[in-house]
């Protein structure tokens, strides 16, 4: 496997202070190496959101599916994200998107969006997931009075593209709701909802087992093949072969496992830290008491919710580098930002800091469709961190594709087109400075 980070970022330092281990420790998330020869009607690689949600509807549809992942299941993004089942899955907006593939598709997109939450919904009520949700919706807070008057200007959108009426809130409002910080105001989209990822992950790992998949952890691939009609997995200490073959790694993604993956994916790191369990006497102090999921305005956001043991989550986009000294340095800066936007709670101890990676597109939009040069073969990945919902509604669509049948749900044209490649091939994460400094005047600016 090659990756396009050094070696520390696919490591256990990023994610030691993983508040969501504590509440699903590693080892209820082991599962033995896949060792000799297997064999399966399709093999997943990946098992994380994506590749769990493939292998419960495979496994629900009557498929032999075998799954394997480096690490163990959850280890990479889908177990240790913030945790927020909301809109989203694509950076494109909507002018780039009708530009591209017109009106009628930038339409079906959006249309896809919520459909992904109420899959996540549904998966959660069918099997019993108990995930710790809360939240009516999601809030956005404007960072600025020229953020809040584009919040204004768009709120017409939500009705048209998802049926809903968002709720505009002035300053005032926030302070009355609970969401007191330094914002100019905001709007509330009852869509979606918060959840721990771990919990539901592990009821998507317990569910699809029960409904006949084998998942086994430890078992990086480290080749793909095609012997006959099978796809040959290649491991070290087995081999795979599957009549089909889905990947699912997402963000964790190698240039060779296959080749093709090479420079159509780039893996950006976003920070997060949660506090200890916060008192009445805190949350009053700094004004914010609602259960609501809010993320900011700023291209660079921030996100951040109220947990029901009343920790507080708080996490950023950023980090462009992967070391031991460059993690301390993004905690140190998460802290700062934290402190910032809440220094009501500046004495308020963090114990709990680590960092992922969410995975952008060289479109600006998701994947989902075959891997060319790779018979019977498919892919889903590029979430741009909103993967809870669009990750698991991609598996399901995956499903669908390796079981040769044509999606039963919404499947949008934007996930179809062919993924585009990044300029500078191995070496394309030396564009992402340019990019995040040019977010970061945006956002001052705006």
Request: proline residues 6%; contains cysteine.
């Amino acid at each position: 496997m090659r990756h396009i980070f050094s070696d520390h970022a696919y490591g256990p330092a990023p994610v030691a202070g993983n508040y969501w281990a504590e509440t699903v420790p590693d080892s209820a998330l082991m599962r033995p190496s896949a060792t000799g020869d297997i064999r399966a009607d399709v093999a997943v690689i990946g098992a994380g959101f994506t590749g769990l949600s493939a292998a419960l509807h495979l496994a629900q549809a009557g498929a032999d599916v075998v799954v394997v992942d480096a690490q163990h299941p959850g280890w990479g993004a889908s177990g240790r994200n913030g945790g927020f089942c909301c809109l989203g899955g694509a950076k494109a907006d909507d002018a780039m998107i009708r530009r591209q593939f017109g009106e009628a598709a930038r339409a079906d997109w959006r249309r896809t969006e919520a459909d992904a939450i109420a899959l996540v919904a549904d998966l959660l009520n069918r099997h019993g997931i108990d995930a710790d949700t809360h939240s009516r919706g999601e809030t956005l807070l404007a960072h600025s009075p020229a953020a809040m008057r584009g919040i204004e200007a768009e709120a017409g959108n939500a009705t048209r593209d998802y049926g809903v009426t968002p709720t505009l809130h002035d300053a005032g409002d926030l302070d009355r709701l609970g969401l007191s910080g330094p914002f100019h105001g905001g709007a509330t989209l009852p869509l979606g909802f918060a959840l721990n990822p771990r919990k539901y992950l592990n009821g998507l790992l317990l569910s699809a087992e029960a409904a006949g998949a084998r998942i086994h952890g430890q078992s990086p691939v480290i080749r793909i093949g095609e012997e006959g009609e099978n796809q040959s997995l290649t491991l070290p200490n087995g081999r795979i072969l599957a009549r089909r073959l889905i990947l699912a790694t997402n963000g964790y993604s190698s240039e060779d496992v296959p080749g093709w993956m090479a420079a159509r994916y780039m893996p950006a790191q976003s920070n997060v830290l949660v506090t200890r369990p916060l008192t009445g006497a805190e949350t009053q102090a700094a004004g914010w008491t609602s259960a609501q999921m809010a993320f900011d305005s700023r291209v660079l956001l921030h996100y951040f919710r109220l947990m029901p043991d009343n920790r507080f989550l708080f996490g950023r986009r950023g980090g462009l580098m992967s070391s031991p000294r460059a993690d301390a340095a993004a905690i140190r800066t998460t802290r700062q930002h934290f402190e910032t936007m809440f220094p009501a709670w500046a004495h308020v101890e963090s114990p709990h800091n680590w960092s992922g990676m969410v995975c952008l597109s060289a479109g600006l939009v998701p994947y989902c469709g075959p891997i060319p040069g790779l018979r019977n073969s498919f892919a889903g990945f590029a979430y741009h961190g909103n993967g809870v919902a669009m990750g698991s509604y991609t598996g399901a669509l995956l499903a669908d594709l390796a079981l040769g049948r044509t999606p039963e749900r919404r499947y949008p044209a934007i996930m179809q087109a062919p993924a585009k490649r990044f300029p500078l091939g191995q070496f394309r994460r030396a564009i992402m400075p340019a990019i995040y400094a040019m977010a970061a005047i945006r956002d001052r600016l705006s």
